[in-house]
């Protein structure tokens, strides 16, 4: 009797209406989407704060550690929660104010998502690309100055594939975070992979098995990133030299 019943849980992973195997695919697929748009959303809010926070300008410094600091001192769940009901809020009654949208415009939960993850996870993204730059040898920087080189391509050439190599290792860890933290979404009813695993586990009352189900895919989202990083540290250290 035991192996029937583990049996037909198995047979409920089947793809289509008898099974809940493409809700767990649609629900890593979003999961991904969610994590990744997020991530580069943060990296690009990242690459800004790290320049406010480096800024020589006083005011650019305190707006860089403003926004690091009141994103640390909040839970991340409270962020997502505030950007959702009252950042999009703010957000369509200035479109509508400004006349590029209608009253009835409403913002997805994907799209809510999407940046409250970003705007989290660029404040965390912000102070790891800032170590990356401040690692680079002050000598190599006025060199790049002294030999005519502009502030653009100083920055492609000397500090952008330095502050990579550096900030890897951090900015691995941040995307291991924000693929788990991307579950808490689902408070604002983004759909995503703990959504399926809820959704299956509730409507079979089988909550062991298909949260099991769940955190086994998410581990194993966790072990695949954490090789491609380690490949992508490999490759950012190729030809240098440790002492």
Known sequence: MAAGSEHSLWLDLAWGAEGWGDEFVRGVALTVQISLSGYVFGLILGML????????????????GAYTTIVRALPELLLI????????????????????????????PFAAAVASLGLIYGAYLTDVL??????????QIEA????????????????LPQMIRYAIPGMGNQWLNITKDSSL???????????AGR???TSTKEYIFYYS???????????????????????????????
Do not use: D
Not at 51 to 60: I, M, N
């Open 49 to 64: 704060g790290a320049g406010a926070k480096l800024s020589s300008r006083p005011w650019l410094n305190r707006i860089g």
């Open 81 to 108: 929660l505030l950007l959702y009901y009252a950042g999009t809020s703010a957000l369509v009654k200035v479109l509508v104010f400004v006349g590029v949208a209608g009253e009835e415009l409403q913002i997805s």
């Open 130 to 139: 800032r170590g990356g730059i401040e690692a680079i040898p002050r000598g």
């Open 144 to 159: 790049a100055r002294a030999c005519g080189m502009g502030p653009s391509l100083c920055f492609r050439r000397i500090i």
């Open 185 to 195: 979404v689902s408070v604002i009813g983004a759909y995503e992979l703990l959504s």
């Open 199 to 201: 959704s299956a586990a």
């Open 213 to 243: 189900i769940t955190a086994l895919i998410f581990l194993t989202l966790t072990i695949v990133s954490m090789a491609l990083f380690w490949r992508l540290e490999q490759r950012a250290n190729r030809g240098v030299r440790h002492v």
